[in-house]
């Protein structure tokens, strides 16, 4: 059982819809989670389950309909836009399908943008990730300069490198091929497990999902499998 000390994140009776043509849709309904510090959980579901709004809210890029998240027992609902953007910047790295890096600077300048952010020491702490995900050599170039795989070691390493406490992925695969995508795997997980980050992803690839301890269902805004601990 997860003890309240263990528990990263949280969601109370979470719901989130949006107003259309004067209709409320329902996108998220009623979930409830808990997920323990250092715990690699996969968010699956066919395409409109909720997958990425679950993220989001978790995030506090969104704020829920109703319901509450919880971060490090810090109710987001609580907090102002500026006070969670803080929040998210000291424990909350994030890995996108796309990559998002910008494209005017070099590798090791994508990497040291979030340090320097967060007023960390950052060249250092910058170099040392791009190593640890074999760029050394590649820190000068710029992303129009890497592949698509190496483009997402960047962003591992940007992701890690400001030791968050929560990681959240959102197809980090995604736009890899097969080969690519099971190296980039091998990468998160051997990251994740040195720096003993939550690891909390969305995902279409079983292979990805599958090494993650706990898969959690969503299917029509409900989560179907997974919820407990």
């Not at 997920?35 to 066919?46: D, K, N, W, Y």
């Not at 006070?83 to 910047?89: F, H, K, S, V």
């Not at 910058?126 to 190593?131: D, G, I, N, Q, V």
């Not at 995508?181 to 990251?191: D, Q, R, V, Y």
Request: charged share 15%; with cysteine.
């Amino acid at each position: 059982m997860t003890t309240p000390s263990q528990q990263l994140i949280e969601t109370r009776q979470l719901t989130q819809s949006v107003l259309i043509q004067h209709e409320r849709l329902l996108i998220l309904n009623n979930i409830n989670l808990v997920i323990s510090a250092g715990e690699s959980v996969a968010i699956t579901g066919s395409s409109g389950s909720g997958k990425s709004t679950l993220l989001g809210l978790l995030a506090g890029l969104d704020t829920a309909t109703e319901g509450r998240v919880l971060l490090a027992g810090h109710d987001l609902g609580a907090l102002d836009e500026d006070a969670r953007a803080a929040l998210r910047q000291r424990l909350i790295g994030f890995v996108f399908q796309n990559f998002q890096l910008l494209p005017h600077l070099t590798a090791l300048e994508n990497v040291m943008l979030p340090l320097e952010l967060a007023g960390l020491p950052a060249k250092a702490r910058a170099k040392h990730w791009l190593a640890r995900v074999g760029l050394s050599a590649r820190e000068a170039h710029t992303p129009r300069q890497l592949s698509g795989g190496e483009q997402q070691r960047v962003a591992i390493a940007r992701a890690f490198a400001t030791e968050p406490k929560i990681l959240l992925a959102d197809e980090p695969t995604g736009n890899l091929d097969s080969q690519t995508g099971a190296s980039i795997i091998e990468l998160l997980f051997e990251a994740q497990a040195a720096s003993h980050t939550t690891l909390v992803l969305v995902t279409h690839d079983h292979a990805l999902a599958s090494r993650c301890q706990r898969q959690l269902h969503l299917e029509a805004g409900r989560v179907t499998s997974g919820a407990l601990t």
